[in-house]
């Protein structure tokens, strides 16, 4: 039995002031397992990215309960939400949000640094991640010098060297042709074989189907249903 990575509990979040205030999420409750990619679907506006920055600790839930390997993070205090984060998170997204003044390897090294970690063992950790992602050869490159994919390898280096467990990633593929946004897909699959790891994707993407176990879609604040690939295939088609 693989152990609940993140899981979320009837979470409720309200964003904006005023007449401007929108309930965003509407009691929302999932459980990511290790060892799965699940995908999260839904129209523009129904809460992907407001779940994704509550179970990524970015956000504080008006109501609702968030645990991390079975421990819950409320009454965290901003500093400690921080810690969480760092330790347990890793965050992919559409424009890779690199640091355009580093290269390759110092962009993966920074999610070490900020933990405190400079170590020998820091550099070496990034080192085995840039081949990982297969950018081995491209380490003293900066961002402007790498294509989108290789980019966004980046941005998949940088969420998994410290050895989060969940990793969360909005729209990963939105910037990226076909072939590269396989490559990030198959990627991202390869990561979730972890039985420790679970991979979160939000998603309009239907090429991303293939990778995933799970298919989770939201509308309008809500979870209205899930199935598996071989169902949103069939879907598909018909
Ligand atoms: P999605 O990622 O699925 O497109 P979001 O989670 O970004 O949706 O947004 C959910 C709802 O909250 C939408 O109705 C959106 O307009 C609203 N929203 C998002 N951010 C804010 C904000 N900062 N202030 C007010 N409303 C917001
Ligand atoms: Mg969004």
Redesign the pocket.
Known sequence: MTEPVLEADDIVQF??QGA?R?Q?LKGVSLSLKGGELALLM?P???????LLSILGCLMTPASGTVRIAGKSIEGADPEALAKLRRDNIGFIFQSYHLFPTLTAEENIRLALDVRGDTSRRAVEAARNVLARVGLGHKRKSRPLELSGGEQQRVAVGRAIVGDAKAILADEPTGALDAENGQAIMSLLAEIAKDPTRAVLVVTHDPRTVPFADRIIHIEDGRIVGEESPSQARKASHS
């Not at 523009?44 to 407001?50: D, F, W």
């Open positions: 964003l904006g401007g929108v965003a839904g523009s506006g129904s809460g992907k990215t407001t």
